[in-house]
């Protein structure tokens, strides 16, 4: 890619979806070679100064004046891109060659290393690492490496509040395909990886609103009929939990139709919590009863009249 196409492409990703984010249309770029055009508008959409500047540099018509790429990274390295960029880039170029269960050993190893230098420059870059394990979850064979994956994903989420804004969108929809996997001891572990991720998210963005009961519960709906025990106890282990955090992204939401969506929830925890306490197996039916804090947060969720219904 050239510089000038590169500068295109950053004033697209920078311009923070505005309606002037495109530089050019092919008019636009046509008259912009005869010095007729200059997207001014567009520049001005992006808001990190350093960036815009760089994009007026990369735009230039004379190709002379466009600075190198090393030179770019050279002047804007610690404000544009962190430092650890340079180490980060050298070890995902290594790791992309490892099949699938070898890259979550390794980051698994690796992990404390990485973590580190990124949380003390910019803790966004923990979504590259996230992005790293996610794309190779499905790939995975070995039911270790399954259950690592999630733990590694678990514990990025937590590593930083940044991660907050990312759970719902980058990291939920894999853990609930995990739902599907055909070892017991995975789909038991993906019970216990949600919850937890769950619990790192202290803003719910505005789009994900009714994350529970259009995405979440739907699917919890058919585990709790789970031919596992296994995985029907970590349910009931964790319902308690996921019933206080759905009360919580519903008071984040400021939602109109609170009173209607609160309903919802009941309904389908109601549910689940129902053929928990009817189970077959008595251990599923006390370890909803006796883990700790679990009746407590069940009533606080129903409330009262839900409660002694």
């Known amino acids: 890619m050239d510089m000038f196409s590169v500068g295109c492409v950053l004033a697209e990703l920078f311009s923070d979806d505005a309606p002037n984010g495109n530089l050019f249309d092919l008019a636009d770029l046509l008259a912009f070679r005869i010095n007729q055009f200059y997207p001014e508008k567009a520049l001005n959409s992006i808001s990190t100064e350093n960036i815009r500047q760089l994009v007026e540099n990369l735009i230039s018509l004379e190709p002379k004046e466009r600075k190198l790429s090393s030179q770019i990274l050279t002047e804007l390295s610690d404000s544009v891109f ?15 060659r490892l099949p699938p269960d070898a890259k979550i ?24 690492i996230l992005v790293v394990i996610t794309s190779s979850m499905r790939a995975l064979k070995h039911i270790h490496c399954k259950i690592l994956a999630q733990r590694l994903s678990c514990k990025i989420a937590k590593a930083s509040p940044v991660m907050s804004a990312f759970i719902t969108d980058r990291l939920l ?9 055909t070892d017991p001891r995975v789909r038991a572990e993906t019970i216990i990886s949600i919850t937890y991720s769950l619990e790192q998210v202290t803003k719910l963005p505005a789009s994900d609103n009714n994350v529970f009961t259009d995405y979440i519960l ?23 939990r996921l019933s206080k955090v759905a009360l919580n992204f519903l008071g984040q939401s400021c939602d ?11 309904d389908s925890f109601q549910l689940i919590v129902s053929q ?17 804090h679990s009746c407590a947060n069940l009533c606080v969720f129903f409330g009262r009249q839900k409660t002694n219904e």
């Open 173 to 181: 929809p894999y853990l609930l395909h995990s739902l599907n996997e």
């Open 256 to 266: 109109q139709n609170y009173d209607e969506e609160l309903s919802l929830l009941h």
């Open 82 to 96: 962190p430092k650890y960029f340079d180490l980060l880039y050298d070890y995902l170029r290594q790791l992309v």
């Open 218 to 240: 739907p699917v919890l709906c058919q585990v709790v009929s789970d031919r596992s025990v296994f995985v029907r106890l970590t349910l009931a282990a964790n319902i308690s």
């Open 276 to 292: 928990l306490l009817t189970d077959s197996n008595n251990c599923v039916r006390r370890t909803l009863l006796l883990t700790p």
């Open 105 to 128: 050993i390794r980051l698994a190893q690796d992990m404390d290393g990485l973590l580190g230098p990124i949380l003390e420059q910019d803790a966004q870059g923990l979504l590259l």
